[in-house]
């Protein structure tokens, strides 16, 4: 291993690092993709807040389904089917949205992707976690600005196509051709797990693996992700119908309005990847929330538009290290059970994104989507002082 001239070892990306890399922007893309292409699916379909969030909902279904059963199914179909089946899945589900002219085959792709996206995240998290060991905090907080950026292409894309010729359907042939190219250009790429860990440590302790239980302290930061996952689900999610129905911007403008929510993740998280390296993640997890407790209300309560533009900014860059921090927080508490601590993890998510953007739904068809939104602000709330109570724990145990 590489050192520097202080003598810690040197962060290096090489091909399976970069794979991983471009493979959670493909999947941030997809993931990405239903929020800002709702409100014409609503438009299309003719369709009420409500059953445009069962879309939200069978998403998340499929990632409770796999976080639930993720690494047994990940063992058994080893990281590469489970990484390719995964990328592919995620591309046959946002095709039957964007084609199957009915209600009940969009929700479906929905699922699909869920299902999919789950599959292929559980084994590009446990990828990275192996390959980069200690060093993973740094591999999650890079990675996942590259996942930004696939969240702020999918927002520019719809927006720029969905005026043109080729239209918003567009975006999902987009995502298509790009799995295609990394599947011939990684082809010869081998996925291992940790069956094929040279050192054989793996294997000697396999049984102890399977048999471990995760500790106290991961739940603590899976329920700190489970909340702050809802936040960021309910911004992603209706933030491009909460800026056309609620501040009175165009279709196309509301959906590329979304694309500064994601360029302020990418910095955000850029950031974060710059702090890891110095600050220990949950200390980056904390900054992030005062952050979006900053712009979070500015984004929800403003009377001008350029304002709640400028709140959802701000949150944008505390919500972009949510997901990085609280995941390397949590895989700290058990490194020695990858697929395990991501599989449950993605759990977190799928609960999270079933549970608040779904309900923020309901509640917009009761009242305005202004009024729905303030179920986000408890979250926020709740979430932070979870961390904060475990981050003073950890310094009273120095």
Not at 32 to 55: C, D, K, N, R, W
Not at 65 to 85: H, V
Not at 100 to 121: D, F, H, K, Y
């Amino acid at each position: 291993m590489a050192v520097n001239l202080t003598g810690n070892p040197i962060f290096t990306r090489d091909r399976l690092t970069w794979l991983a890399y471009l493979a959670l922007g493909f999947f941030s893309y997809l993931e990405t993709l239903p929020g800002p292409i709702m409100p014409f699916l609503q438009t299309e379909l003719q369709i009420s807040y409500g059953v445009a969030s069962l879309h939200f909902g069978a998403f998340s279904l499929g990632s409770i389904l796999i976080g639930l059963a993720g690494n047994q199914l990940t063992d058994r179909l080893g990281r590469q089917r489970s990484f390719w089946g995964g990328a592919v899945g995620m591309a046959l589900g946002i095709g039957l949205i964007a084609w199957c002219p009915w209600v009940a085959g969009t929700i479906t792709g929905a699922g699909v992707m869920g299902v999919a996206g789950t599959l292929l995240l559980v084994a590009i998290q446990a990828l990275l976690s192996d390959h980069h060991g200690e060093q993973r905090t740094i591999a999650f907080a890079e990675s996942n600005t590259v996942a930004g950026l696939g969240s702020i292409l999918a927002t520019i894309v719809v927006g720029s196509l969905a005026g043109t010729l080729l239209g918003w359907r567009a975006a999902a042939g987009f995502a298509i051709i790009v799995i295609l190219a990394l599947l011939i250009y990684f082809r010869q790429d081998q996925i291992h797990g940790r069956e094929f860990d040279p050192g054989g440590r793996a294997e000697q302790g396999q049984a102890n693996v399977q048999a471990a239980r995760l500790p106290r302290r991961f739940w603590v930061y899976w329920l700190v992700l489970l909340l702050g996952s809802g936040v960021e689900w309910c911004i992603v999610f209706w933030g491009a119908t909460f800026f056309e129905q609620g501040i009175g911007f165009e279709k196309a403008t509301a959906a590329s309005t979304m694309s500064i929510f994601f360029g302020a993740i990418v910095i955000g998280r850029f950031v974060g990847s710059r702090l890891a390296r110095h600050l220990p993640s949950h200390t980056i997890l904390l900054l992030a929330q005062g952050i979006t407790l900053i712009g979070f209300p500015l984004f929800w309560l403003a009377p001008y538009g350029p304002l709640n533009v400028c709140g959802l900014f701000i949150a944008g860059v505390g919500i972009g290290n949510f997901y990085p921090m609280a995941l390397a927080t949590a895989v700290g508490t058990a490194p020695h059970l990858p697929e395990q601590v991501s599989a449950r993890l993605t759990l977190a998510m799928g609960l999270a994104g079933l549970i608040a953007p779904v309900l923020l739904g309901w509640l917009a068809d009761r009242m305005s989507i202004q009024q729905a939104y303030g179920i986000v602000l408890p979250l926020l709330l709740v979430a932070g002082g979870l961390n904060l109570a475990t981050k003073r724990e950890l310094f009273s145990k120095v």
